[in-house]
């Protein structure tokens, strides 16, 4: 053996029983698993007396799509015990692009990624983008085709039905993303352009989808007024399409909402009891985070970022927008009559603007005035959520852990570097509302189920070895809303494809991480 693991605590990932034993891991796989003191040989031998070995944590909703590159190390993720992330959400990422497409999503991305000036984007296509990662990343990667991106490639920013040509063109664009290796496809229903979609034209891609093995994860049309009828429009979505489902960071916000996560759990056995196949994510947390021109109603944005910009110079355009996000509730703010003092600035791309970060927005002349100055981007906390819903969601036996990580800005939202040891130290340790097994489940094998990884998300013979070990006693969130970039405690150390990434709590220089990609190619 390359590696024993000695004496560990096994969660398996499965959501048994754990048990005690040695795990010997050789070229990348997990090789033997033995009763303790069985005598293992091996280069190197970690004595994991009162830890736990668990299989890597899976981030169902992550938005490390330039992170990856931009910054080796990635701590956020690697610390936490991640090691593999799930790209391309929302419906908005960098493939497939052309130029023109490119420069318009690097200004609506600003406020989760940062311009993608200092990345070199040398990439066009899904294929190009993961070989891209192939070159070597902190922890491994898995995509979604951003039905957005690829509206915005056919059809631009136009708030208009697809004709049939541009719908066979964005099919293809779908279809040749899963060829490449997408896992699936995701959409933005409260983003730009891909919101502007009807279910018609959704139905199709989502065929599409079906017909690969992939599955459609969508951020969908609103999760605060209307939040039921929205998630039942993408169960209908789904079972028209033949097409399993995910729902992205499924969560029952604002105060029309308040302890009513019990109704879309009911929707969803509903569902499932009918044949349904779907499975949804959510981080631990209560407030959310994006950026601050996506709160605006999405006629605003119609026809891309600089369009957006000239409306808000323009005074009586701006005096609807505030009407639409202050009387009406605009769709971008999912139907809720804006409450400014629930707006938190968490990041500015202009450093000029930097004195804004951590203060609450106190109306919309500061908010306009912030769009035109940063140029849209804005990053921002919403602090709209409600904990007996974060909790009675997780429960679920569909559940998987999401991040929804955005790293850019000086204040983070914590859960970009807190969402998995938060779970494991705060709601399995001090609250007991999940066993430690039945979370481990819900961070490792039940993603790697859903995105159909026969040999990932579980400790057994002849799986990848990519592995956490943590202390059950102490593991727990370092990154708070004061100070959100700090590092987990109790994780000390983390492999992928049995290769240190963190080795005594400490970040290697290794870069294990590659592309994981959907296998076969022809559609079903």
């Not at 990345?119 to 066009?124: A, L, P, Q, T």
């Not at 981007?377 to 559940?399: A, F, S």
């Not at 991040?403 to 000086?410: N, P, W, Y």
Request: glycine share 12%.
């Amino acid at each position: 053996m390359e590696t024993v693991i000695r004496g560990a605590r096994v969660v398996d990932g499965s959501g048994g029983p754990s048990y005690v034993a040695d795990v010997g891991l050789h070229g990348g796989r997990i090789a033997e698993i033995r009763p303790p003191g069985t005598r293992l040989g091996a280069t190197r031998v970690i004595d994991a007396d009162g830890l736990a070995l668990a299989p890597g944590f899976i981030d169902m909703h992550a938005h490390s799509d330039l992170a990856l590159l931009r910054d080796p190390a990635h701590e956020a993720k690697a610390a936490q015990g991640v090691t593999l992330e799930v790209l391309g959400q929302d419906g908005l990422s960098y493939a497939p692009v052309d130029d023109g497409t490119l420069k318009e999503l690097r200004t609506q991305l600003a406020g989760w990624n940062g311009d993608g000036h200092d990345v070199d984007i040398d990439w066009r296509g899904v294929g190009g983008y993961l070989d891209r990662l192939d070159r070597g990343i902190a922890v491994n990667a898995a995509y979604l085709v951003p039905q957005g991106s690829v509206r915005a490639l056919v059809m631009g920013w136009e708030d208009r039905p697809a004709t049939a040509e541009e719908l066979r063109r964005m099919r293809e664009l779908v279809a040749q993303g899963l060829r490449e290796g997408a896992v699936g496809m995701s959409s933005g229903l409260t983003y730009t352009p891909g919101m502007y979609a009807s279910d018609a034209e959704l139905t199709e891609l989502c065929r599409v989808v079906a017909a690969y093995g992939g599955y459609y994860c969508p951020h969908h049309r609103s999760y605060g007024a209307g939040a039921l009828e929205a998630y039942a429009e993408m169960l209908t979505l789904a079972e028209d399409a033949g097409c399993a489902l995910h729902l992205a960071h499924a969560t029952m916000n604002f105060g029309v909402n308040q302890g009513r996560a019990p109704e879309l759990l009911t929707l969803l056995d509903r569902a499932m009891a009918g044949g349904a196949d779907v499975t949804l994510d959510t981080y631990p947390y209560t407030p959310g985070c994006t950026t601050l021109v996506a709160l605006l109603p999405s006629w605003a944005a119609a026809g891309g970022p600089e369009a957006t910009l000239a409306r808000l110079r323009d005074d009586a355009t701006a005096e609807k927008i505030r009407y639409d996000l202050e009387v009406t509730g605009s769709d971008g703010s999912h139907g809720v009559p804006m409450d400014w003092s629930t707006i938190e600035i968490s990041g500015v791309g202009d450093p000029a603007l930097e004195p804004h970060t951590g203060s609450r927005v106190d109306g919309w002349p500061t908010a306009r005035r912030l769009l035109l100055a940063d140029r849209l981007g804005t990053t921002i906390l919403q602090h709209v959520g409600d904990e007996r819903n974060v909790v009675t969601i997780m429960r679920h036996r569909v559940h998987t852990g999401g991040s929804d990580g955005i790293l850019h800005g000086t204040k983070p939202h914590p859960r970009a570097y807190g969402t998995f040891p938060h779970y494991l130290g705060h709601y399995v340790r001090e609250l007991g509302v999940l066993s430690l097994e039945e979370c481990v489940a819900h961070l490792t094998g039940r993603p790697a189920a859903r995105l159909r990884l026969p040999d990932r998300g579980l400790v057994r013979e002849g799986h990848r070895a990519d592995l956490v070990l943590f202390d059950p006693r102490t593991v727990a969130a370092g990154a708070t809303y004061d100070r959100p970039r700090t590092l987990p405690t109790g994780i000390p150390y983390v492999l992928i494809d049995g290769r240190f990434v963190i080795d005594g709590g400490i970040r290697t220089d290794v870069l294990a991480g590659r592309s994981v990609r959907r296998t076969g190619t022809a559609p079903r």
